[in-house]
């Protein structure tokens, strides 16, 4: 799965505009599928499009494309971005490179436990953490608004750490989506 | 016999229907007995402002009311009291007192305290209120009972304020401190945290969510309107008030991380940063003398509560002993910070006395969040979970007396006390 994202990455990176279409040729919508995850189901070339110009932001929401992938998760009580969803903020910050037009809202998490008032900061320090990397990576300050919804937005409800974990992240949003 | 006559006037809003209800589980505290006589005539009101006297006494846990059996002749405000008869009812104290309605379709309450121990007189005063307000007029009643007999000033007139959650809504509710005439301020799909009261009482700054970012709004009760007061790029929270009111502490994130800045409460003028750190700086709140702001900050490395001079300034650590102490609450006589402390998985409600240092952890639950002073100080309300659900409960500053609020309508959490309202 890693792979998956890491290829489509470096795809994207070497400029190549995908359809829907030629990712289904490309054989990656079945990564889903049993086997899928295994080295070597991910190594085929993606064709070279088929339509010439396509809008950018469609990749924003093609769940082949990496910038479909908007949430960062953390370990308990860590801020830093963990090195397997690196290719992903680098992917979001080549589209703010390349999109000076778009913008994009940052959503830190926490899980439950603690303060309200407390976890609105340390969700803050996530989404400020994916900010100052996707800066770091050539997007424009002003692009970029990081806030935090503390531990009020959890994904999962329970209370333990399969749970909590999936609470721990920042969420992508670009304009339009908020 | 000379009554005080007093006018009680309340802005109605929409009824938000759930109401609170409170459960008294208090182990023995020494109650003192007294008898809250049915006042004559008071079944005119339709409420019966005598009950609520007595459940307020009863729920303070200083007070166990007596069953009164039927008294012929019924005594009223006027009647000869035979000190005799009530010292073997075994009361210490009596209420008795009357209601008639005025040509004007008000009603006027009349009555009388006494101290049966002594055998003395403690006061007399009259009310007038109208069908509507006859909860408010009990609690009056209850205030004026509470205040002769203890000497503090009694809460039963203040209101409360704190969201419920009910699937994907939210609504940030107020009530009377007996969960009762509940109504709803803001009902949204999106959270909402941080309530709290303006020191008069006609204002409430709180946190939404509802533009997808919290933002800082102060909601006026009389004209049922409200303002946005902090809305700047990134997080706006934690909105504390100055004791003064026209000042409201936040956290922003503006200038990245989380930091407290001054703005004023009507959301004029800039805004003036005044803690300085790299580390998180949250949770604001003014001593009531006004002088020092407390807060949460991890500059040491784990969440500590410190305190600044309310103009910003070198803080100083409050809190030494456990990893995680956050919610700093000062009493309102200044003399006790009630926090948050987080114990092996535990988060419990603990007052450190401020003159030497002493911690005291009153609450045996382990899920503890917003505590909050009763304006008297001898009450502290919080919100914990029981049974998977968010419930409100009070607790008194000395541990010994606990209330549970169970609530029907769904999850309730961010209780905020009021002020005395004059």
């Not at chain 2, 989380?258 to 803690?275: E, H």
Request: overall charge positive; aromatic content about 8%; hydrophobic content about 35%.
């Amino acid at each position: 799965m890693r792979a998956i994202i890491i290829v489509t990455a470096l795809l994207l990176a070497a400029g190549c505009q995908t359809t829907p279409e030629d990712q289904a040729a490309a054989g990656v919508e079945d990564r889903s599928k049993p086997g899928a995850g295994k080295p070597g189901a991910q190594v085929q070339p993606v064709e070279r499009p088929k339509v010439a110009a396509v809008d950018p932001a469609s990749a924003l929401k093609d769940p082949a494309s990496i910038l479909s992938k908007r949430s960062i998760y953390y370990d308990y009580d860590k801020f830093d971005v963990r090195d397997e969803y690196r290719g992903l903020v680098e992917a979001h910050a080549k589209y703010l490179r390349e999109n000076p037009k778009a913008r994009m809202l940052i959503q830190g998490n926490t899980d439950e436990r603690g303060s309200r008032e407390y976890n609105v900061s340390l969700g803050q320090r996530r989404s400020d953490g994916v900010k100052r990397m996707l800066i770091l990576l050539g997007a424009r300050e002003d692009q970029i608004e990081s806030v935090s919804l503390g531990e009020e937005k959890p994904q999962a409800d329970g209370q333990n750490e399969g749970s909590w974990s999936k609470n721990r992240r920042s969420d992508i949003l670009y304009s339009g989506e908020y | 016999m000379r009554f005080l006559l007093g006018l009680l006037f309340f802005v109605a809003a929409s009824q938000a229907g759930a109401q609170l209800s409170i459960e008294i589980t208090g182990p023995g505290v020494q109650r003192t007995p007294i008898a809250v006589v049915p006042f004559a005539g008071e079944g005119t009101v339709g409420t019966s402002l005598t009950a609520i006297v007595r459940a307020d006494l009863e729920r303070s846990g200083l007070f166990r009311g007596l069953e009164v059996p039927p008294l012929a002749p019924h005594p009223n405000e006027n009647s000869p009291v035979n000190y005799g008869e009530w010292r073997s009812r075994l009361a210490d104290a009596l209420v008795v007192g009357s209601v008639a309605q005025n040509p004007d379709g008000r009603f006027e309450v009349r009555f009388r305290l006494y101290d049966i121990v002594k055998q003395a007189p403690l006061g007399a005063i009259a009310y007038l209120f109208t069908k509507d307000n006859a909860r408010a007029a009990a609690h009056r009643i209850a205030d004026f009972v509470y205040e002769k007999l203890t000497g503090e000033k009694g809460v039963f007139s203040t209101q409360i304020a704190y969201v419920v959650k009910r699937g994907n809504t939210y609504e940030l509710q107020i009530a009377d401190a007996d969960g009762e005439r509940a109504q709803y301020l803001l009902r949204s799909n999106e959270p909402i945290i941080s309530p709290v009261w303006s020191p008069e009482g006609r204002r409430i700054a709180y946190v939404s969510f509802e533009s997808k970012k919290p933002i800082v709004y102060v909601h006026h009760l009389s004209e049922n309107k409200r303002q946005v007061v902090a809305s700047f790029k990134g997080s706006n929270s934690a909105p504390a008030w100055s004791p003064d009111g026209k000042t409201i502490a936040v956290v922003l994130s503006v200038e990245g991380g989380s930091q407290i800045y001054l703005i004023n409460a009507d959301g004029s003028g800039p805004r003036r940063r005044i803690s300085n750190s790299a580390s998180i700086d949250t949770e604001p709140r003014y001593s009531t003398d006004g002088k020092w702001i407390y807060f949460t900050s991890d500059r040491g490395g784990s969440p500590q509560i410190y305190r600044m001079s309310a103009i910003g300034g070198e803080p100083q650590r409050i809190t030494f002993k456990g990893s995680y102490n956050v919610s700093p609450r000062p009493s309102p006589d200044g003399r006790i910070l009630a926090y948050v402390t987080r114990d092996g998985g535990k988060f419990q409600v603990a007052l450190l006395d401020l003159s030497n240092q002493q911690v005291q952890v009153i609450t045996d639950s382990d899920r503890d969040e917003s505590p909050s002073f009763a304006p008297n100080g001898r009450m502290i309300l919080l919100a914990t979970v029981r049974g998977g659900r968010g419930v409100l409960s009070a607790v008194s500053s000395d541990g010994r007396i606990r209330q549970n609020l169970p609530y029907s309508g769904g999850d309730v959490r961010e209780p905020a006390w009021g002020p005395f309202i004059e």
